[in-house]
Nanobody
Framework: QVTLVESGGGSVQAGGSLNLSCAIS?????????????LGWFRQTPDKEREAVAA???????RYLDSVKGRFTISRDNDKMILNLQMDTLKPEDSGMYYC?????????????????????????WGHGTQVAVSS
């Protein structure tokens, strides 16, 4: 059973930083039997639909939402099975619930358009989210 558990959310002032983590368990680490997968971060506020923020594939290729480029960095530690999202120069509009997501049979890093179009159908697994609040 694959599980994703986010942590690292909190409240910061605009211009501050947070590092979100997503601990992944239940995946095969055998390179001969494991299925390639991509990981991503989505965020959601009460008045907006869930929004794709960043994605990374097994080759560490990455893509970002235009509004976070240069401020957010997605990375993965395959040994520790952790996905990270380093968020710098935070803005109030970055506030929301941040969700970690995993999609199997994924080799090329997906575009944000694809992730956004598929929305909740993109991942095979979701985490429960971690809250980020950025005050002005």
């Amino acid at each position: 059973q694959v599980t994703l558990v986010e942590s690292g959310g909190g409240s910061v002032q605009a211009g501050g930083s947070l590092n979100l983590s997503c601990a992944i368990s239940g995946l095969s680490t055998n390179p001969y039997t494991s299925t390639p997968y991509c990981l991503g971060w989505f965020r959601q506020t009460p008045d907006k639909e869930r929004e794709a923020v960043a994605a990374i594939n097994g080759q560490d290729d990455t893509r970002y939402l235009d509004s976070v480029k240069g401020r957010f960095t997605i990375s993965r530690d395959n040994d520790k099975m952790i996905l990270n999202l380093q968020m710098d120069t935070l803005k109030p509009e970055d506030s929301g619930m941040y969700y970690c997501a995993l999609r199997f049979s994924c080799r090329g890093v997906p575009t944000m358009d694809v992730m956004q179009t598929l929305g909740v159908r993109w991942p095979h697994h979701w985490g429960h989210g971690t809250q980020v609040a950025v005050s002005s």
